[in-house]
């Protein structure tokens, strides 16, 4: 262990010194030197940075330099060195020789970005009447010179007549008596103000109107309380705070045991008895309940599996064949182009009936179309750089042929696909997508593209459902775009169908998450309260990707995006986080999700309800498998890829160990 940790050592104070050119000069005799140095931009600035190679003798070399940014989204520089500052930052620069690994020498500068002067603060979400003996959030919006909201802008609150109303620690506004104070809100020179009257407090007494005595972990109740005057009439604008105690069944440790929002939103975690607390004023209600195990658990079977091990397995889909039988495709990740057909007709005896094998180290993506005839594969890292799709006729999947390749305007590589009415939505080179007309397959036809014209944008993958596009975009988030939608649209009812086509895609609307992680998205509308989200599925590699021999541990989670008020007031409202793994792909069906979470396998989970807080501690996961296989690409790690529901079974791809097809075992488990 001791020889582990020192040679680990080692290998960090390499790294170290080679960052700082110092084993670079030492081992090649050259170093790089940038010009301009201490530089400080501007949003929207340009500036051409020049690198010159020079011996250990001052001498210049004719070593030809590129540069790259550790930032691309925020600060974008040419390979030739022209920087262009897109967000405010500090953000790395690097410039490198172009020759042999061995003989590459490397050269990293920062470039800070400065922020544009703050303009306006402004308090929002202001209530009308304010009463004695309560607590309002206050809320600001800080905007700067080029009206972009600045987050992180220092912001101090003050009151002028503490005695009336005063700040707390939070920024919550504490109304203590009647009377008149002056709020104050103010960054750097900035400031804005709020004349404030403090009313006397009405309120006798607070009731709780709901009638729900015992619910499940994870049921969402609404607590609805009201605050009422002596005579009886209801406060409607009297705000209320709401609390919880819990005694959980278990003697494990507490934990998070629940959830309560400021509505009065409540979810539970584990089972036991909860009393809610409402408060107005110095009027306070209470109710307790009961609240038992989801107790939904069932049996995963594992039914077949098709070993893959000399290559990596990536994207699958499942279809019925024309002959009635069943089929599968699989694509491979850092192979040599291949694409396997599978017969699944019978899952405990999968088997491989054809491959194609195409130019390319990557066939990522892997579709079939709604009648079952035409599949179109991804290609990444062709030889000749001509990348794009190709489009195979699987009428007979044993015999499957290629119809034609397809590579306009395609030839930075395509990631991921989707096929929806005979036209395919294709990632290009990961800026946009392509719609790609395939009527005529042997003669397909790109009608036209979308692309975000945000800094530094970039796309992952699209999913399209009754017309409407949905693309995962990173750090942009999730982008609904209509192109042909119709009015039994899976959307938002406010949403004007048909605004859009395949030859004029329209965006809709968008959400983004901090993370900006944001690598899958999947619309669905909850079966059992007509609920329309959108999931929006993580993916990232904080620990690094084990191509070879290491397992991978990656990072992030599903979140649940509900759009109830229309395509431009989306809301975060749940997530599903399993500790210490990360998502991939996953699929909706009825009100089960079904994701493969990279490292922690396959999950199946209940999505019935309303949602709210992590489905993970509630007991909403009904089964789960890891697979994982003594002779996979990577032994013994499991990294699932791709789950897909279809006649009551669960096929899914594994990166490390190829195609698994399972059965839930109906008779619950039933916990404690």
């Not at 992680?517 to 929006?536: E, G, L």
């Amino acid at each position: 262990m001791k020889k582990i940790l020192s040679t680990l050592l080692a290998l960090l104070f390499i790294c170290a010194i080679q960052e700082n050119g110092y084993s670079q000069e030492a081992r090649t005799g050259k170093k790089i030197v940038i010009e301009p140095t201490n530089i400080e931009l501007k949003i929207d600035q340009e500036l051409q940075l020049k690198a010159t190679v020079l011996n250990d003798k001052d001498e210049q070399l004719e070593d030809r330099v590129i540069f790259y940014s550790r930032a691309r989204r925020s600060l974008s520089v040419t390979p030739q060195g022209l920087v262009k500052a897109l967000k405010p930052g500090t953000f790395s620069v690097v410039a490198r020789t172009v020759g042999p690994r061995s003989e590459r020498i490397s050269k990293t500068i920062e470039i800070k970005v400065a922020y544009p002067p703050i303009k306006e603060i402004t308090l929002v979400d202001k209530p009308q009447r304010i009463y004695a003996n309560t607590n309002v959030p206050l809320s600001y919006r800080v905007t700067d010179a080029r009206d972009l909201e600045r987050g992180n802008a220092s912001v101090s609150l003050s009151s002028s007549n503490p005695e009336v109303a005063k700040i707390d620690p939070f920024g919550r506004l504490q109304a203590l008596r009647p009377g008149t104070t002056t709020i104050t809100a103010k960054t750097g020179r900035v400031s804005t103000q709020w004349e404030v009257e403090i009313l006397e407090n009405p309120v006798a007494a607070v009731s709780i109107e709901n009638e729900v005595s015992n619910i499940r972990t994870g049921d969402v109740v609404d607590f609805n309380a009201v605050a009422k005057t002596a005579s009886g009439e209801v406060i409607e604008d009297m705000p209320l705070t709401y609390s919880f105690t819990s005694k959980t069944d278990d003697e494990l440790g507490e934990g998070a045991s629940g959830q309560i929002e400021d509505d009065g939103r409540f979810v539970a975690n584990k089972a036991g008895l909860f009393t809610i607390f409402a408060k107005a004023g110095n009027a306070i209600a209470e109710k307790t309940i009961r609240v038992d195990n989801r107790n939904i658990q069932k049996e995963l079977q594992v039914v077949g599996h098709g070993l893959i091990s000399d290559v990596h397995t990536s994207d699958l889909w499942v279809w019925e064949g024309i002959d009635g039988r069943d089929y599968a495709i699989t694509g491979t990740w850092g192979g040599n182009g291949e694409a396997y057909f599978w017969d699944v007709t019978d899952p405990s005896n999968m088997a491989i009936v054809d491959t194609v094998t195409v130019d390319a180290r990557t066939v990522n993506d892997v579709k079939v179309s709604e009648d079952g005839r035409t599949a179109v594969i991804t290609r990444e890292g062709a030889s000749d750089r001509k990348n794009g799709i190709v489009i195979l006729d699987v009428t007979n999947p044993r015999d499957v042929k290629i119809i034609s390749e397809y590579n306009n305007g395609l030839t930075g590589g395509v990631h991921n696909a989707f096929i929806y009415k005979n036209h395919v939505f294709a990632v290009n080179n990961g800026r946009r997508y392509d719609i790609i007309d395939i009527n005529d397959p042997k003669n397909p036809e790109t009608v036209s593209r979308f692309e975000l014209d945000t800094p530094g944008h970039s796309i992952h993958d699209v999913w399209v459902e009754n017309g409407i596009a949905y693309s995962s975009n990173w750090s942009d988030g999730i982008v609904a775009v209509d192109v042909g939608s119709t009015p039994m649209a899976n959307s938002p009812e406010k949403h004007n169908v048909g605004v859009g086509s395949f030859k004029n895609p329209v965006k809709l609307g968008s959400f983004t998450y901090p993370s900006g992680w944001n690598h899958a998205a999947f619309p669905f509308k909850s079966k059992s309260t007509d609920d329309f989200y959108v999931i929006a599925g993580d993916e990232a590699f904080p620990n690094g990707l084990g191509i070879d021999n290491e397992p991978t541990i990656p990072a992030g989670w599903i979140h649940f995006v509900k759009f109830e008020g229309g395509w431009n007031s989306p809301k975060e409202v749940a997530r599903y986080e399993v500790p210490e793994a990360g998502t991939h792909n996953m699929w909706v069906k009825g009100d089960t999700l079904y994701v493969a979470y990279y490292n922690a396998g396959l999950r199946v989970v209940d999505i019935s309800g309303e949602l709210m807080g992590n489905l993970y501690d509630q007991g909403r996961e009904i089964a789960k498998h890891i697979p994982t296989h003594h002779k996979g690409r990577v032994p013994n790690a499991p990294m699932a890829w791709g789950p897909q529901p279809y006649k009551g079974y669960i096929f899914m791809s594994d990166w490390n160990s190829g195609l698994w097809a399972y059965k839930l075992v109906e008779e619950p488990r039933g916990t404690n």
